[in-house]
């Protein structure tokens, strides 16, 4: 069984911070990429940060130089430090693997909203 639990969300002003967390059950969170994806209003989910299970990272050129994804493999958590926020960044939150290997391990999301 695989289970991804998002949490840090919240309703923040356009310039502040926000930090997600994503706690994995199961194995897969560790032998495979993570990423965090984002589903903006009336919008398609979209990949904004991945990790590999090296460490090495990518990020969507639209949060390229403030979102920081990190992992520990150990504790089967993914974070992602989002700074310097806009009301762009407005969504819906999920941690997944990549690829997403079933539909049913996306978790419920957490939201954030950037709104002045």
């Known amino acids: 069984q695989v289970q991804f639990a998002e949490s840090g969300g919240g309703l923040v002003q356009p310039g502040e911070s926000l930090r997600l967390s994503c706690t994995a059950s199961?194995?897969?969170?560790?032998?495979?990429?993570m990423a965090w994806y984002r589903q903006a209003p009336e919008k398609p989910r979209e990949l904004v940060a991945q990790?590999?299970?090296?460490?090495?990272?990518n990020y969507a050129n639209s949060v390229k130089g403030r979102f920081t994804i990190s992992r520990d493999n150990a504790k089967n958590t993914v974070h992602l430090q989002m700074n310097s926020l806009i009301s762009a960044d407005t969504g819906v939150y999920y941690c997944?693997?990549?690829?997403?290997?079933?539909?049913?391990?996306w978790g419920q999301g957490t939201q954030v909203t950037v709104s002045s």
């Open positions: 997944n693997t990549v690829p997403v290997l079933s539909p049913r391990y």
């Open positions: 199961g194995s897969l969170a560790s032998i495979y990429t």
């Open positions: 990790i590999t299970t090296s460490h090495s990272t």
